[in-house]
DNA sequence: AATGTAAACGCAACAATGTTGCAAAATTGG
DNA sequence: CCAATTTTGCAACATTGTTGCGTTTACATT
């Protein structure tokens, strides 16, 4: 895990720190997707609301993890598979969010569809967003 | 216009003020999605802040309005059809989000479609967002 | 048209969230 | 181990969202 960690890091020419060696574990806990305020309240008192900021927003430009629309102004950010480094993204995929659990999870089998737009418009990224009852909460 | 608003408040068992007849108006100019502060700014010093928290709250739980994630923190508002009145919405449509102009509208001709999930999920609810180049812009 | 009542508003104060500059501390490559 | 660069924490600030309360406004009834 630390080890795993580590390479992540160094994977996207990144110095390993003790801030975003925590962050990165919390996304490995958790699964699924967290939002900054997920973060800063796990993280305990050990980083300055700040250094969140903008480690997030570092993560997002190397393509560590990506971001996830929500109704309720918190955007959410989720771990990228092996594939999405250097800037480029390949997260096409459906992200569920369970009404039950507040629990925001990438469904990485479930492809985005293709989604055929009137004359005019062109279409450069689609993200859909399901909300409902998710497998643990269903059981 | 006046008439149409002031109709639309009535319909829906709201008392019309100036404040909530401004704002339908900012809509229906606009055509599209406006978000908080669009509408803070384009109403100018006439109304407290306060006030289009409010107003926005209680459109939308009378169902004039749905709001449309976004990744950005800064949910967008946008008027319904006439068919989704009285808290239940019928808006499965797709959003489209111009990243030249900037706005957002509603593809109420584009359904959105099914998704099929995984196992133990149950859908509820499905969101699309579309981002792209936009009918006018593209012209 | 006047009036009473309930709803909506504005203000103020506050809480939460996000941003920026700069000096101190940590990381990395040599 | 050392120097150069990056990252961090702090402080100050800006923006965004929330709550309570007294005043004003809208509306139904007279």
Redesign the interface.
């Known amino acids: 895990m630390e080890k795993k960690i580590d390479d992540l890091l160094k994977r996207n020419q990144l110095s390993v720190t003790s801030g975003r060696r925590k962050i990165l574990e919390l996304f490995l806990q958790q699964g699924g997707a967290l939002s900054h305020s997920d973060i800063e309240k796990r993280a305990g008192e050990k980083f300055d609301r700040v250094t969140v900021y903008r480690t997030l927003q570092t993560f997002l430009e190397k393509g560590l993890i990506h971001?996830?629309?929500?109704?309720?102004?918190?955007?959410r950010y989720a771990l990228c598979k092996d594939d999405c480094g250097g800037g480029h993204h390949q997260d096409d995929h459906?992200h569920?969010i369970c009404?039950a659990c507040g629990n925001t999870v990438c469904?990485e089998?479930?492809n985005v569809?293709a989604?055929?737009?009137?004359?005019?418009?062109?279409?450069?990224?689609?993200?859909?967003?399901?909300?409902?009852?998710?497998?643990s909460c269903?059981?």
């Open positions: 971001n996830i629309p929500t109704a309720d102004n918190s955007i459906v569920f009404t469904l089998e479930v569809p989604i055929k737009l009137p004359r005019g418009f062109a279409a450069e990224q689609v993200e859909v967003l399901v909300s409902g009852v998710c497998r269903s059981a």
